[in-house]
């Protein structure tokens, strides 16, 4: 079987962590080229890997068909860009963009070239987000009249890295709130109105460190928050309607799988230890349940680019719901600094 090639752009935490471990667990996949200023941590991990110094070398190798962009927020419309010119599919780590007319034009581009553009929101394949996106598609909790989720740390110190500077692009709105954001709208759709309250909490923070949007749909709200201050753990989702409640704590297992060196494919992975608590019936007692989320799946996004590649399938992640998200960080901002509602027509 030809492999499709791919070229990764960067490998920091993103690119070494989050793809390039994912995508080599995909047989039709081969991780053949990296752009990395740091040689020697790539070939440690991929030692047949080759290594050039910038993008614009990987972009001018013939062999790659798909890059990957892994490096920080600010750069990824130039790097995606300049991918696309150069006639490759590419894959853009969430956000998207800085702005939704930067996503445009990347849309605008791909969509000329004939190219597959897709964004890496691996956390639609969460296995508790799959759990509850099956318990609402089966309408097993009625009407919903609420959703919680949350994102919360306990991170006093502030790191030195770009994702805590104030660089285009850095902060958790910008980090968490494309995650947060984007399985809102897997579930819900686009929101009729936004209101954010965005704040820098911690000593010395260069960039927001706390959230918390609101979406209305109907009589349907929607509230994300994450925060850097939050000792005691928060329930992960919270979904309560005329049926039942659903209540899930803790994160999915498998950023923490890749990160002590695990794969997708490996025996148990995905299997969340934690059980969700599902709590249906109208009467006050009602019927309680510890259940059991389904296994995550992250390989299945790279699977899903090279079907999209090699067959002609959607992409994964379709752009435009990149876009979407985008539009709704920029109107969460507008709606912190103005401090109101904001329409969304």
Sequence with gaps: MKKIKIGLVGYGFAGATFHAPVLSTVAALELTAVASSKPELVHKDW??????????????????ELVVIAAPNEVHFSLAQAALQAGKHVVVDKPFTISSAQAQTLIDLATERKLVLSVYHNRRWDGDF???????????????????SHFDRFRPEIRQRWRESAAPGGGLLYDLGPHMLDQAMQLFGTPEKIYAD?????????????????????????????????????ARFAVHGDQGSFVKFGL???????????KPGQPGWGLDPVRG??????????????LQMQAGRYQDFYQGMADAI??????????????????????????SQEGRVVSLK
């Excluded at 260069?206 to 994450?226: E, F, G, K, S, T």
């Excluded at 876009?323 to 960080?329: C, D, G, K, P, V």
């Design 198 to 234: 965005i704040d820098l909490q911690r000593d010395g923070a260069q960039a927001v460190d706390y959230m918390h949007i609101v979406l209305y749909y109907d009589r349907l709200r929607v509230v994300l928050q994450a925060g850097c201050l939050v000792k005691t753990p928060t």
């Design 310 to 335: 090699s067959h002609g399938a959607p992409p994964p992640v379709a752009p435009e719901d990149g876009l979407a998200t985008i539009r709704l960080i920029e109107l969460a901002l507008q709606s």
């Design 130 to 148: 799959l759990t509850l996106k099956a318990l609402l598609a089966q309408g097993t909790l009625g009407r919903i009249a609420s959703f919680e």
């Design 47 to 64: 030692p047949q890997t080759t290594v050039y110094a910038d993008a614009a070398q990987l972009f001018a190798d013939p062999e790659i």
């Design 252 to 262: 999915d297992p498998q950023e923490d799988a890749l990160k002590a060196g695990g």
């Design 277 to 290: 608590a599902l709590h249906l019936g109208t009467q006050p007692d009602g019927q309680f349940d510890h």
